[in-house]
């Protein structure tokens, strides 16, 4: 069983940066491939970044390429989602997920996820 811990979102104009903690407890996290989604109100939660055990593959929506990383820390058992060149349209509810082995850009694929943090984007 794997605990997920989202923290670091909050209110930034457009153009600022943010970036997103997710911390794990429980499992061996260097077996999991990890994930960031999101989701804002009346839409269907979606893929925004994923990355495999190692960190050595990167998997990027179009919408955010270029714009965000994603990497992680197996020895802090973290992983990170640096946010640059914000958009409004970047709000919403941002989730970090856990799957074995592969990572994968399907919401149904991912077994364990967090709370979510906000992230809101001023015009």
């Known amino acids: 069983q794997v605990q997920l811990v989202e923290s670091g979102g909050g209110l930034v104009q457009a153009g600022g940066s943010l970036r997103l903690s997710c911390a794990a407890s429980?499992?061996?996290?260097?077996?999991?491939?990890m994930g960031w989604f999101r989701q804002s109100p009346g839409k269907e939660r979606e893929f925004v970044a994923a990355l495999s055990r190692t960190g050595a593959i990167t998997y990027y929506a179009d919408s955010v390429k270029g714009r965000f990383t994603i990497s992680r820390d197996n020895a802090k058992r973290t992983v990170y989602l640096q946010m640059d060149s914000l958009k409004p349209e970047d709000t919403a509810v941002y989730y970090c997920?856990?799957?074995?082995?592969?990572?994968?850009?399907?919401?149904?694929?991912?077994?364990?996820w967090g709370q979510g943090t906000q992230v809101t984007v001023s015009s």
């Open positions: 429980g499992g061996a996290f260097s077996n999991y491939a």
């Open positions: 997920a856990a799957r074995k082995f592969s990572y994968s850009d399907n919401v149904a694929a991912y077994d364990y």
